[in-house]
């Protein structure tokens, strides 16, 4: 006969079993790798070369692209360092990224990578854009890369809003400014685009989930555990509704880290005028296989944007 005793501890246990396994699936949403601030050299993955090129990094961190002789190499793009505080006062690091001045379509994008790496492993992920004409800032998170500060969700989305308001008080022509984001920044995008669509003209997001608790439950195998013990700050399928500017959705079918019904959900929950791309191939993959496809339904959808097209 089980006793309330026995009840408990059964209780217990399973409740510890589950708190273990809620705090794997934290990864999902959470994996920084931060550079010390010291470093002086760093290791970047060009995806559309396909190479790894090792990188000279002054104390502000601007890189020098460097072949084996030394020798400077011409990237086709100009990077610059840049710096800007979040609301908690941690700096957060950023590269931009332009193309040669003769090739500038005119457009900007915001990139917001996904849940791991930091710039120097996420900024290839854009050059097949800038290739097109398209200046792009990517900033770190906070705890990601050079940005100081502890990464959490709550953080992530304060560092979206930060970047976002960075960038428009350059003062620099931007042109049309597109917010594009990965995977977790995917998610993130919406979110930021929503409550600030005054300083965008359009919504990307590729390969994105439509909320932290579809996530969990999608993929943390602890059923309706997951939804229950993930705490949803915010949601990008609620968002995406209340967002009335062009938005394109990209995603994979064969995606096989976020399934792709989660990009149809979004796709689902957003106003018109919006598009749905499907494409194949990997995760967040878009920009390698499918650049002028992305880049067409881009420029067309600020087609007119900021007094005539990008």
């Known amino acids: 006969m089980c006793t309330a005793h026995d009840l408990f501890r059964m209780i217990l246990v399973a409740t510890c079993a589950t708190l273990l396994q809620a705090c794997a699936f934290n990864g999902l949403f959470l994996s920084p790798e931060p550079i010390p601030a010291t470093a002086s050299t760093a290791t970047v993955k060009d995806h559309t070369k396909k190479v790894v090129i090792q990188v000279e990094l002054d104390p ?167 939804r229950w013990m993930t705490r949803e700050m915010y949601s990008a399928k609620r968002s995406i509704a209340e967002f009335h500017k062009p938005v394109l959705v990209v995603h994979s079918r064969e995606d096989a880290t976020i399934p792709s019904a989660m990009g149809e959900r979004l796709f689902g929950a957003a106003n018109e005028p919006k598009t749905f791309l499907p494409i194949d191939q990997c995760h967040v993959c878009g920009p390698f296989y499918y650049p002028d496809s992305i880049s067409d339904h881009m420029l067309r959808m600020v087609e007119g944007a900021r007094g005539g097209t990008p």
Request: net charge negative; proline share 4%; glycine share 12%.
């Open 60 to 226: 502000l961190h601007q890189p020098t692209f460097r072949n084996e002789q030394g020798e400077v190499l011409d990237m086709g793009y100009a990077i610059t360092s840049r710096f800007f505080p979040n609301e908690r006062g941690h700096m957060l690091h950023a590269w931009y990224i332009t193309p040669l001045a003769a090739a500038s379509n005119g457009a900007t994008l915001l990139f917001f990578h996904g849940n791991s790496g930091n710039v120097t492993t996420n900024y290839s992920m854009m050059l097949p854009f800038v290739e097109r004409g398209y200046s792009v800032l990517i900033p770190d998170y906070s705890g990601y890369g050079f940005s100081e500060g502890k990464a959490t969700r709550r953080h992530v989305k304060e560092d979206g809003i930060a970047a976002l308001k960075y960038l428009r008080g350059t003062g620099e022509d931007l042109g049309a400014l597109i917010l594009y984001g990965q995977s977790l920044g995917g998610h993130l995008a919406p979110c930021v685009a929503a409550e600030h669509q005054d300083l965008i003209d359009a919504l990307v997001v590729e390969g994105a989930f439509s909320s932290h608790d579809d996530v969990a439950v999608a993929l943390a195998k602890l059923g309706f555990f997951a």
